[in-house]
Structure formats: structure tokens, C-alpha cells
């Protein structure tokens, strides 16, 4: 099975990742953050380095759905192939960030790559407000993050919004403002009670919203 968590910059993606392979012995796929060549530099001029970014992001996030698709194992996904596209490069693209011919060449090659991927089993979505953002972004302590502008998130947080409310697979959504996975023991079983009724249940959840 392919299970997938979606969610804005800071919203705890990795963190529960990470706590979900563990509980249920899956196999963690991780955003490329670390070593990625683009990111700091990105941060510091949007406009010269988006297409660079999207485009690596786009290269490595295809490669990563094939892989799960060959895979007998259940994998557990930090961000999918579905948010650069339908999020990150429009937004930058809205931003003035990325130009028109930049962001029409990033389209056409995400819709011949989308045309051979599948929905994942489920996704997850973690929402989260801005003040709770800016909060866990500065909490980590990543020096590149520590000049994203806020407008550049709330573009975010409003297309995962409209991107979530037309999605058509298997979903649930988390408010991660009050939900504490990642420090309330209670909160993350309350995760994987309902992942056990959606994957392996008599009656799934289908779409929870």
C-alpha cells in the first residue's frame, strides 16, 4: 500500500512520518530537504531559482511514486508528487515568482508524469493555521526556513485548501493546531484508530473531512 501525508511547510509531516512507520512497521519515504542542492538558495532569490527547485522536486518525487509502485512493501510518504504541482509551482507562478514559460514547461511535464501515477491508499492531510506554522518552523531551527516570508505560506495554506476540497481518494484530515501527535501519546492513537478503521476496518472511512 501506498500512504501518503500531505501538508504546509512546518505543519509536522516528517514527524509523523516517521512515528507511523514505527507503529505499524512501514517503510518511510522522506522529502529530500537536507540534501537538496536548490533550497537554500531558493529561499534567499525565489524568482532566479523556483523553476530549479520545482523541477528537482518534481524529478525526485516521480522517481519516488515508481519506486512505491514496484514496492511489496507498504510505504509511507512525506509529501507527494500531487502538492508541487497542484500547489507550490502555482503558487510561486501566482507570486510572480515563477514566469509564464517556466511555469507552462513545469505543467506540461507534471501532466505526463501524473498520467502514469495513481492516487496513494490514502492520504492524510495535516491543516494547520499560520501562527502554528511560523511557530514549528522556528521551533526546528533550519536556517534556510528562517526567511520564508509569510505570504508565501498563507499562498500555500490557501491553495492545500481548495487542492484538499476536490481531492477524490481516500482521505482524512487532521487539525494539527490541537492535535499533538508528536508530544500527546492520546492524540497519536486517536490517528491510528482511525488508519486502522479506513486500511483495515469492516466499514471505512472513505472521505473524512
Known amino acids: 500500500m501506498h500512504i501518503a501525508i500531505a501538508g504546509n511547510i512546518g505543519c509536522g509531516k516528517t514527524t509523523l512520518t516517521k512515528m507511523l512507520a514505527a507503529h505499524y512497521g512501514w517503510t518511510p519515504n522522506f522529502e529530500s530537504v537536507e540534501h537538496n542542492p536548490y533550497l537554500d538558495d531558493f529561499y534567499k532569490d525565489m ?75 490514502l492520504m492524510i492531510y495535516i491543516r494547520s493555521t499560520i501562527p502554528n506554522l511560523i511557530q514549528q518552523i522556528q521551533k526546528r531551527g533550519r536556517d534556510y526556513e528562517q526567511s520564508i516570508r509569510i505570504d508565501y505560506l498563507q499562498g500555500l495554506n490557501a491553495r492545500y485548501e481548495e487542492w484538499i476540497a476536490s481531492y477524490t481518494g481516500p482521505l482524512f484530515i487532521i487539525d494539527g493546531d490541537t492535535c499533538k501527535f508528536g508530544e500527546n501519546p492520546h492524540d497519536f492513537q486517536q490517528i491510528t484508530d482511525r488508519i486502522d478503521a479506513e486500511l483495515y476496518g469492516l466499514f471505512p472511512l472513505a472521505t473524512s473531512r
Do not use: C
Request: hydrophobic share 40%.
Open 47 to 121: 524568482p532566479r531559482w523556483s523553476f530549479n527547485l520545482q523541477v528537482y522536486f518534481l524529478n525526485k518525487r516521480f522517481k519516488d511514486v515508481v519506486e512505491i509502485g514496484r514496492s511489496s512493501d507498504t510505504i509511507i510518504q512525506d509529501r507527494t508528487i500531487f502538492e508541487d504541482a497542484r500547489i507550490f509551482a502555482p503558487n510561486l507562478h501566482d507570486m510572480g515568482m515563477m514566469s509564464d514559460r517556466d511555469f507552462d514547461n513545469y505543467r506540461d511535464l507534471f501532466d505526463l508524469m501524473i498520467s502514469l501515477v495513481k492516487l496513494p491508499d
